[in-house]
Antibody
Framework: EVQLVESGGGLAQPGESLRLSCAAS????????MSWVRQAPGKGLEWVSG????????FYANSVKGRFTFSRDNSKNMLYLQMNSLRAEDTAVYYC?????????WGQGTLVTVSS | EIVLTQSPGTLSLSPGERATLSCRAS???????LAWHQQKPGQAPRLLIY???TRATGIPDRFSGSGSGTDFTLTISRLEPEDFAVYYC?????????FGQGTKVEIK
């Protein structure tokens, strides 16, 4: 069974940094691109970032480009989202998802709150 | 960026009725690279349909997808109590990947 377990969410002040992690299991991790999708409270879904299977290529939404960095450690089946210069509008549940096409499955999400 | 517009915003129906959800794209979604996801309150989304019309593993056959180009439809043939949720379309033809704003299917 595929499992994606996010961690690292919490409260940050504007301008601060957080690093999210996602532990993947139940599939051949090195064979798949992966993504992050977020959902602000009471709002819809927004794709944030994607990474190729090797980690050599990364893609970002304009809203986070230059502030967020997506990386992976294929030896540990881990994903990381380094979030710098956080803004109030980054407040959301962040989901780790398998794939870069039709996202499937989704992790349970981790809540990031940016507030002073 | 491909903008996806879903309609209606809310659909009020009774169990057993048919639900028809629309997703319109601002430009053609090539190779029918369109998916539908279901989200229930407090839960992560779940993939229902990919490739515009292929059901994901374990998805009941009362869910069906159709369409191509700029117009896509998700149909739930007979609503079960567990189908009342929010549904999102998502395109993966172009980057950035984008979602529609969602259609809420609520109990009438």
């Amino acid at each position: 069974e595929v499992q994606l377990v996010e961690s690292g969410g919490g409260l940050a002040q504007p301008g601060e940094s957080l690093r999210l992690s996602c532990a993947a299991s139940g599939f051949t991790f090195i064979a798949y691109a992966m993504s992050w999708v977020r959902q602000a409270p009471g709002k819809g879904l927004e794709w944030v970032s994607g990474i190729s299977d090797s980690g050599d290529n990364t893609f970002y939404a304009n809203s986070v480009k230059g502030r967020f960095t997506f990386s992976r450690d294929n030896s540990k089946n881990m994903l990381y989202l380094q979030m710098n210069s956080l803004r109030a509008e980054d407040t959301a549940v962040y989901y780790c998802v398998k794939g870069f096409g039709a996202f499937d499955p989704w992790g349970q999400g981790t809540l990031v709150t940016v507030s002073s | 960026e491909i903008v996806l517009t879903q309609s209606p915003g809310t659909l009020s129906l009774s169990p057993g009725e048919r639900a028809t959800l629309s997703c319109r794209a601002s430009q053609s979604v090539t190779s029918r690279n369109l998916a539908w996801h279901q989200q229930k309150p407090g839960q992560a989304p779940r993939l229902l349909i990919y490739g515009a019309s292929t059901r994901a593993t374990g998805i009941p056959d009362r869910f069906s997808g159709s369409g191509s180009g700029t117009d896509f439809t998700l149909t739930i043939s007979r609503l079960e109590p567990e189908d009342f949720a929010v549904y999102y379309c998502q395109q993966y033809a172009n980057s950035p990947r984008t979602f529609g704003q969602g259609t809420k299917v609520e109990i009438k």
